[in-house]
C-alpha cells in the first residue's frame, strides 16, 4: 500500500484494504456462535486471525461478511460482545462497504491494523443461512429479482408528491404494500430506469434527502445501483428487498421530462432543476420554435393578473406572531418562500407587512420546520423599500429551483417595538454587517495551511460544523471551489482535525460537485441531525 494512501479520498483504488500481491482474498469466519453464520467477525491476515472494531459498522459491512461466507443477508447487528470478546490483533476499523464488495477486504478502511479500539467493540453478525446454492450466485440484479417478486405487482413504481405525475418521490410495490427507495447511491442512471418504467420519458434529475417529502411505511430498496439499460428498478443491483441502513429523511425523488417532451416549454422545465442543470434541461424539452407557445402566452398573461390579486404574507411555526416561516399567499394557496438570497433587506420588508416591526434576522435552511405545497418565490431581492414581499424581485410565482429543505423565515422585533427602533436597528445591522461573514460563508480549522482542516460554515452569527454522514469527494470539491482552493484531495470524517464547538448545521450532505455553495446541496434541516462533534467532517483540498 503507498505511503500517501492517506491524503487520498476513501475509496480509492490505493486504499482498498486488498493487498493486490496476495493470490487469494483474506479468508473470514464468524466465531464464537451457534453456527457458522452467526458470531464474532474474524478475519485472516499475514497468517493470523484478528477482529474488526464497530467503529462506523453497520449492515451494509455486515450483508458483505454474510454474502462472502456464502450465508445470505445480515438480518440483525448484535449489540457488543453478544458473542464474546475476541484475542489478538484488531485488523480493521472504521469499515465502510458499499455493499458490492465480495470480500470485506475489498472495502475502505483506516488499513490493517490501524484502529482506536478494544476487544469489547468486536463486531458480530447474524446472517440468514441461505444455503451456498443460493448464496454463491452472488448480489446480482439476476438473483435479487428471481428470489424477491411474488406476484405481477412487486415492483411496480408510482411518484409521490410531485407538481405532476411525471417527479415525485419514488415508491415502489412489494408483497401488497408501497414503500421508498433510500438515496444512498441514488444517481441519474437510476432516475432513468424509473422515468421509463413509469413513461415519463428520461430523467431531468435525481432527487435526495427527502426532497419531495418523507414517505411511510417500509424502506424497500437500498443502494440501487443501475446502469440505465434495465427495464425496471428492482432489476437494479441493490442490497436486496427491505435490507437498508437509512431513515425516511433519505428518501430518493426523481424529475422526469414528462409524457410528451414536445410540448413543454422552458415556462415550465425550469421549475425544480440545479442552477447548471437548468439550461440543458430546458434545451433538451423544449420544441423548435422561436416564438412562446399560445399556452405559454396564455398561462404568462394568467400569472400576471393573478399576482395583482395576491401577496398576502403569514409567519407559520414560530414561538410567536412576528417569527417563523414565511409563507405567501398566491391564487388562493399558501405557499413557501426559497431561501436563495434570502438576506436581511428581504426579511425588513416582511416585518413592516406584517406590522411585527424591525427585523432581527433573515433565517434559512428551514429553520422553523418544513413547509408544505407549492414553493411559490425563489432568488426574492428586496431593496428595503418595498411595501410587499411580492413587489420584490423574484424569478416568477411558482418558479425555483428548491426544495422544502431551503424554506425562508424570519425573526422580527414585534408589533410593540415598531415605531424609531426600526431605524436603530437598521443602522446597527447596516453598520456591523462588514464585521460579520455572511450566512453560508466557509472556513477550515486545524489544518496545515487554509485549504486543509475541519469544515466550518458560518449561520445564525456564529460559526458551526458539518456531520460526517454521507460525506464524500463530492462534498469536498463544493467546498475547496467555494474556498478558492485547488482541486479536493481527501474527504474526512471522524473529527479528523479535531472536534468543533457549536451548532452542527449541516448533516446527510449529497453534492454533486458542481454546486456554488455547501448551502446549495442536497441536505436535511439543520437542527435534526443525529450527530455530535466526533463526527465533524474535514477536507483537504490542493493549494493554488
Known sequence: MPTDCHLLAPGWACCLLRDLSLPILPEIRLANGPSRCQGRVEILYNGSWGTVCDDDWDIVDANVVCRQLGCGHAVVLPAAMTFGQGSGPIFLDNVDCKGREAALSECWSHGWGIHNCYHYEDVAVVCNELSPTQASEGPTSRTLTASVQDGESDGSIRLVSGTDTCQGRVEIFYRGNWG???????????????????????????????????????IL??????????????????????????????????????????????????????????????????????????????????????????????????????????????????????????????????????????????????????????????????GGSETRLADCFHLGWGQHNCGHHEDAGVICRGADDAGDHFQEATTKTTTSAPTHPKDGSLRLVNGSHRCEGRVEMFYLSQWGTVCDDAWDLRDAKVVCRQLGCGHAMAAWGEARYGQGTGYIFLDNLKCKGHEPSLLRCSHIRWDVHNCDHSEDAGAVCGIL
Open 180 to 218: 421508498t427507495v433510500c438515496d444512498d447511491d441514488w444517481g441519474l442512471s437510476d432516475a432513468s430506469v424509473v422515468c421509463k418504467q413509469v413513461g415519463c420519458g428520461q430523467a431531468l434529475d435525481y432527487k435526495s434527502n427527502a426532497y419531495f417529502g418523507y414517505g411511510t411505511g417500509r
Open 221 to 382: 430498496l437500498d443502494n440501487v445501483n443501475c446502469d440505465g439499460s434495465e427495464p425496471f428498478l428492482s432489476a437494479c443491483y441493490s442490497l436486496g428487498w427491505g435490507i437498508h441502513n437509512c431513515g425516511h429523511h433519505e428518501d430518493a425523488g426523481v424529475i422526469c421530462t414528462g409524457l410528451d417532451t414536445s410540448t413543454i416549454t422552458s415556462f415550465t422545465t425550469s421549475v425544480a432543476l440545479d442552477y447548471e442543470e437548468t439550461l440543458t434541461a430546458t434545451a433538451t424539452a423544449t420544441d423548435s420554435r422561436d416564438q412562446p407557445s399560445q399556452a405559454t402566452e396564455v398561462v404568462t398573461t394568467a400569472l400576471l393578473t393573478i399576482e395583482q390579486e395576491s401577496g398576502g404574507v403569514r409567519l407559520a411555526n414560530g414561538n410567536g406572531s412576528c417569527r417563523g416561516r414565511v409563507e405567501v399567499r398566491y391564487h388562493g394557496t399558501w405557499g413557501t418562500v426559497c431561501d436563495d438570497d434570502w438576506d436581511f433587506l428581504d426579511a425588513q420588508v416582511v416585518c413592516r407587512q406584517l406590522g411585527c416591526g424591525a427585523a432581527l434576522a433573515a433565517t434559512i435552511l428551514g429553520s422553523f420546520g418544513y413547509g408544505s405545497g407549492p414553493i411559490l418565490l425563489d432568488n426574492v431581492g428586496c
